[in-house]
């Protein structure tokens, strides 16, 4: 259901000096609050998280998403594409969830602690927490992560950064502990993700805990099966029911609205890409997920996908087209401003249980995992956005039975139908495919190395840090960068060495 949201975003605080002692009363307004309630905080951090138009143009969309060849563009400014650097965009999630998503949620979390509330709110304000740090970690690496978002709380200006192993196991005992705490709804209207059902809160806190041990799988493996077992056998997932996603509105101004949808709205550059519109041929969710850009064509005789790494003079010199030939994502269904964000669904859930279960971890059968997965991938849309057709069960049957699951390749299978359902959830798509190799890209689709890239025309493998960083926090930064490696797109992170 479409809400507008009221926060209050502001309150008074009157400090009394020694010679007011005794006067006390007469320096409290009793029409403020002293402190602004912890439900409103929590519906602010959610949509903070979710994120505005800034970090989800440039490090989702033109960065991850080109990447992971889910899309693609003749503009250059759209970096990612080229695998050249522009460091306010690659940096751009970096500098927007640290001085907003980390301080608020920190805040929140320091505000439970004063009130000795350590149930649900403490319990959601923990899980949320390690949503936003996975995201931030799995995108650039060892990052602050003890230390930040407390400089008012402990007057920490200068953050250590943690290694990325320590962080991750830190991650996953507090997931655990802040499943632990969920009790009764106290949220009310202020939980934009589930309304205040917190059996749903549980549920994505473990299927939350089975994607990062599956993080670990070439770190520690012995780490990720303890964990994936673990989260598995409390209870993930469910049903499309489940997914964990914001549905944005129109308005009132600013983070109400979905951040890819206003990107959408401003920039007409982004096309599918040729490698995705090439996966889903004979799939059902071609025709809701693209149209022709020249007349907003769904016939799928009529969707082309745009290769990677060329600009517009080189596209037509090698395939005589100019750029509006090529599919867009669909205007009429899934780009609006309203639409909803998604940060975890019930298919990306089946998907690594069939991984665990190729693993030999669980008993349950891989293939029935993997078709759970695929029709939940295909029957969210739906779901999700109003005007996509309805994908059938004797269509999700047919598409199935011409592409069989073969366990001889099914970690191709498997995460190949992963990264076609975290379409519009990049920073995901491009996590899973780091670790994964699947499905298997090349660099700038196969066409020729750009020149100018800064990878020596190798795909990227984590985004940078703000360079200003090397000036205001020196001494922890040059700490990451000897532990870590240097800041450059090739350097990988610590689970995908």
Known sequence: MKKFLTLILASSLFIACDFDKGFDEMNINPTKAAQIDV????????????GERYENWRASLIYSSMIVQHMSSTATYWTGNFYTRNDGYATSLFDRAYPQQVKEIEDIINQLNEEGNSGTAMGVARIWRVFIFHRLTDLYGDIPYSEAGKGYIEGILKPAYDAQQDIYMDMLSELEAGIGQLGANTLGVSDLVYQGDVDKWRRFGNSLMLRLAMRLTKAD??????WATKAISAGTMSSNGDIAYIQHTLGPAGINKNGHGEVFSADGNPRLSKTFVDFLQGDPRLPILGARRSDGSTNPADLIGMPNGLTSGALEAKYGNDNTVYAEPNRGVITGEDAPMVFQTYAEVEFLKAEASTRGWISSDAATHYNNGVKAAMQMLSMLYPNAAAISDAQVADYLAARPFDAANAMEMIHSQYWAATFLNEYEAFANWRRTGFPVLQPFG???VYDGNVTNGTIPRRLIYPMSEESTNA??????LSRQGPNEFTTRVWWDK
């Open 221 to 226: 493996a012995a780490t990720a099966q303890a």
């Open 446 to 448: 196969g066409e020729a």
């Open 475 to 480: 001494e922890n930064f040059a700490a990451a």
């Open 39 to 50: 439900n409103n905080k929590l519906a602010s951090v959610f949509l903070r998280t979710s």
